[in-house]
Structure formats: structure tokens, C-alpha cells
């Protein structure tokens, strides 16, 4: 089982930057596809952004334009760049696989507030 922690979560006002960081517990290269998701309260936890062992990106719509999602293999690391937060990006983010594994890691509470 493939350990993955997030971290980087945090409060930020409207229009402010955040800048996400999954470390996982062996090669992203050999996982392949890695996928950073959220959950809102009450809501089902969703596709955020993508990216494939060939840097292709692919975003939610709702955060296009504002996050951008990268991966560093020698580092089994995938980040997520964070901007013109909005409080409608207020969730718990977490990285995984894309299509995700069945099991999740912590996650990162990030609260969009002023």
C-alpha cells in the first residue's frame, strides 16, 4: 500500500495563494497518473486536476485558469499551485492516484475566508 501525505493546507483570505505538497512512500513514476482531489462538506470528493508521467494536465473546470498541478518523479512528489482562491475552494485536498487507489491519506484542510 502506497502511503501519500499531503501537507501545505492552511487559511487564506479571498484571491489569496496556496501551494500544496504530496510526498509519496515509493516511485510516482511507477504509480503513474497522479490525481490531487477534495472534499467539501457535505459533498462527494472530487477531481480536481491530473497529470500524467508525460506532464498532460487536465483541471476541473471550476479551477481552471488557478491551479496548476506538477510533478517531480525524483522526488515522488506532486504539487499543487494554488491561486485566486475563492471560498468555494474551502475543502479537505488530498493526492492519489488518478483513477485513485481505495484508500486515501490524510489530507490538507484548506479554508478560503476572510
Known amino acids: 500500500q502506497v502511503q501519500l501525505v499531503e501537507s501545505g493546507g492552511g487559511l487564506v483570505q479571498p484571491g489569496g495563494s496556496l501551494r500544496l505538497s504530496c510526498v509519496a512512500s515509493?516511485?510516482?513514476?511507477?504509480?503513474?497518473?497522479m490525481g490531487w482531489y477534495r472534499q467539501a462538506p457535505g459533498t462527494q470528493r472530487e477531481l480536481v486536476a491530473r497529470?500524467?508521467?508525460?506532464?498532460?494536465?487536465n483541471y476541473a473546470g471550476s479551477v481552471k485558469g488557478r491551479f496548476t498541478i506538477s510533478r517531480d518523479n525524483a522526488k515522488n512528489t506532486v504539487s499543487l499551485q494554488m491561486n485566486s482562491l475563492k471560498p468555494e475552494d474551502t475543502a479537505v485536498y488530498y493526492c492519489?492516484?488518478?483513477?485513485?487507489?481505495?484508500?486515501w491519506g490524510q489530507g490538507t484542510q484548506v479554508t478560503v475566508s476572510s
Open positions: 492519489n492516484r488518478y483513477p485513485s487507489y481505495n484508500y
Open positions: 515509493r516511485s510516482i513514476f511507477s504509480i503513474g497518473a
Open positions: 497529470i500524467t508521467n508525460a506532464n498532460y494536465t
